[in-house]
């Protein structure tokens, strides 16, 4: 079975609280949603093309203290015309291993961001972590800090496939860390878990799946092995050592997931999420649905202003700029109003919420149906998109077939 002949449901179901709009668009492009990147980790997975740096451990307090005032330059560079802060509704501690850091260091990182922004009280802020760094005592003190959500990066179940992919947890960390991340008072936590991997059976996900399910997450994010240029697993595949799982593989997993949890109480709010009804990842969704957001620390990336730009990507040089009392900005550009409804929509497409035509006018001041033209006409005559009060979506089969839809929306 290929995806194309894969069999789906024609319609996704959806609770109604997901299709509601939070806020006016207008509002919330007025926002911006903090990113924070924490490069450090114990040892480079092979899979792992991300700006991350093993060994550079002695560089922690240095880099916390760029980023500190980074975030205050990001705060100031941010504000309105009018000296108001901007508010933000959402910070994530990604990586790299962000729970590498120290409690107190994790603590000043936060309180800087809610010296130079305007933090919504509400706001969700989420730390990535290995099930391999963490103890109780430290997650009783990043709870105590303000983190309100964990996302852990498990991949797996399966011992084999964890050092396959060359992760230092093993799968009773795993079971460990969310046990710990529950008595230090943690209601929201996702976990990560990878399908298609060299060696990985079905039924070594159906186990994994299972094993996952007895956890209880609120969210679980579950990716497909891209293999990366530069990575161990790159240079493996082409001398044949490794061999991931083939697409139909993938799909058949993909499909099983999606069931199994559905059947749960998760819902698919995006190609690769699920979570339980009101646990969607609200930083997330701010890029998929194109609102701004800042970037601060190595390589970190921003789409702000009408303008896109990254950061210095290697510590040192990073540091050094911003000692220098400059934003380490390496690269920018503009972004026109073709490119941006292109990435809204597409962007958009992803979840299965699907576009909001009537918000998209709202927002660049044109119908979709001007700005896609007949671009859309042939993923729509083979029954990838499906129209719904208002909304525009990936249908059940359009959803293994996303590229071929997001292609068609790309700038000329």
């Not at 203290?65 to 990604?94: K, V, Y």
Request: hydrophobic fraction near 35%.
């Amino acid at each position: 079975m290929t995806l194309m002949e894969t069999n789906t449901r024609s319609k996704i179901q959806l609770p109604s609280s997901l299709l509601r709009a939070t806020e006016p668009i207008q509002a919330l492009l007025e926002t911006a949603s903090l990113y924070l990147h924490i490069p450090f980790c114990h040892t480079r997975c092979h899979y792992c093309d991300f700006n991350t740096f093993a060994g550079r451990l002695p560089l922690r307090e240095p880099y916390v203290r760029a980023l500190l005032q980074e975030i205050e330059m990001a705060g100031n560079m941010a504000r309105h015309e009018d000296g108001r802060q901007r508010r933000s509704r959402t910070i994530f501690l990604g990586g790299g291993t962000p729970s590498l850091l120290t409690v107190d260091q994790i603590t000043r990182l936060l309180q800087a961001c809610f010296q130079s922004f305007a933090v919504d009280d509400n706001a969700e802020i989420t730390m990535e972590a290995n099930p391999g760094t963490l103890d109780q005592e430290q997650l009783i003190g990043i709870r105590k800090a303000g983190i309100n959500r964990l996302s852990m990066g498990a991949q797996s179940f399966d011992a084999q496939l964890l050092k396959t992919l060359g992760r230092i947890h093993t799968p009773e960390e795993i079971v460990q860390a969310v046990q710990h991340a529950r008595t230090a008072g943690f209601t929201s936590i996702n976990i990560d878990f990878m399908f298609g991997l060299p060696g990985q059976t079905m039924q070594h996900w159906q186990e994994t799946l299972k094993r996952a399910l007895e956890l209880r997450p609120e969210h679980l994010s579950l990716y497909s092995l891209i293999v990366e240029e530069g990575t161990p697993f790159h240079d493996w595949v082409n001398d044949g050592s490794i061999i991931p799982g083939d697409e139909d593989l993938c799909a058949d997993m993909y499909e099983y997931a999606d069931e199994l949890l559905r059947q749960a109480g998760y819902v698919n709010y995006e190609i690769s999420n699920w979570s339980l009804p009101g646990y969607h990842s609200r930083h997330n969704l701010t890029y998929w649905q194109n609102l701004p957001y800042i970037g601060m620390g190595t390589g970190a990336a921003s789409s702000f202003a009408g303008r896109r730009f990254s950061n210095e990507r290697e510590p040192t040089e990073y540091i050094k700029m911003i000692k220098a009392h400059s934003l380490p900005t390496v690269e920018s550009e503009e972004v026109g109003p073709e490119q941006a409804m292109s990435e809204t929509a597409f962007l958009g497409l992803r979840t299965a919420m699907g576009l909001h035509l009537p918000t998209f006018e709202e927002r660049f001041g044109i119908p979709f149906s001007r700005f896609a033209g007949d671009r859309l006409q042939p993923v729509e005559e083979a029954g990838l998109l499906e129209h719904e009060d208002g909304w525009l979506r990936l249908s059940a089969r359009g959803r293994l077939l996303g590229n071929e839809v997001f292609l068609r929306l790309l700038p000329d």
